[in-house]
T-cell receptor, first 114, second 111 residues
Framework: AAGVIQSPRHLIKEKRETATLKCYPI?????VYWYQQGPGQDPQFLIS???????DKGSIPDRFSAQQFSDYHSELNMSSLELGDSALYFC?????????????FGPGTRLTVL | DAKTTQPNSMESNEEEPVHLPCNHS???????IHWYRQLPSQGPEYVIH???SNVNNRMASLAIAEDRKSSTLILHRATLRDAAVYYC????????????FGTGTSLTVIP
């Protein structure tokens, strides 16, 4: 079965640079969630989208923005990167009509800021 | 404040049952209890979820206290592949089905 795809899997950036993370949800899933997991920490919710509209917002810094496109893929844009942004970034998807109660996570993008 | 609390780590012998506890004393009536597990450098994987009644699936069982302030994930026979961090999560429909992760329990399975 198709799973959530995230790209790139690994990304290395310098401080103050920008980064774009991409997420391709499971086909027919209409909701995308972004999470940040720092070293040794639990995942923290950043933001979610339902049918291309922002659904909910968590602890996402103002330097970050995200959107969901017409094909339901989502991108997380991160600007003015800081050392503390180094983390695993997970995308998850779900469907409000199929199994709204279960989020399926991608493999994550490991971002390293030097 | 964390919505769920879990022990940091637990050990189990292979082929033995494992009971992973979770406290969620501030749970509201519409919040769901989810369990996911995560292997190193991988995304969390769905295990089981429930609202009020106990639940069983091919992976595990979920026992929910009558007052819903705690729950227990039960792995009936631990295998080496079950070694992972297990997260007890509240899904809150009131906030767009947002997941609130606990700190997770790192399960070690001893051969």
């Amino acid at each position: 079965a198709a799973g959530v795809i995230q790209s790139p899997r690994h990304l290395i950036k310098e401080k103050r640079e920008t980064a774009t993370l991409k997420c391709y949800p499971i086909p027919r899933h209409d909701t995308v969630y972004w999470y940040q997991q720092g070293p040794g920490q639990d995942p923290q919710f950043l933001i979610s989208f339902y049918e291309k509209m922002q659904s909910d917002k968590g602890s996402i810094p103002d330097r970050f923005s995200a959107q969901q496109f017409s094909d339901y893929h989502s991108e997380l844009n991160m600007s003015s990167l800081e050392l503390g942004d180094s983390a695993l970034y997970f995308c998850a998807s779900s469907s409000r009509t199929l199994r709204a109660d279960t989020q399926y996570f991608g493999p994550g993008t490991r971002l390293t800021v030097l | 404040d964390a919505k769920t609390t879990q022990p940091n780590s637990m050990e189990s012998n292979e082929e033995e049952p494992v009971h992973l506890p979770c406290n969620h004393s501030t749970i509201s009536g519409t919040d769901y209890i989810h369990w996911y597990r995560q292997l190193p450098s991988q995304g969390p994987e769905y295990v089981i979820h429930g609202l009020t009644s106990n639940v069983n699936n091919r992976m595990a069982s979920l026992a929910i206290a009558e007052d819903r302030k705690s729950s227990t994930l039960i792995l009936h026979r631990a295998t080496l592949r079950d070694a992972a961090v297990y997260y007890c999560i509240l899904r809150v429909p009131a906030t767009g089905n947002q997941f609130y992760f606990g700190t997770g329990t790192s399960l070690t399975v001893i051969p």
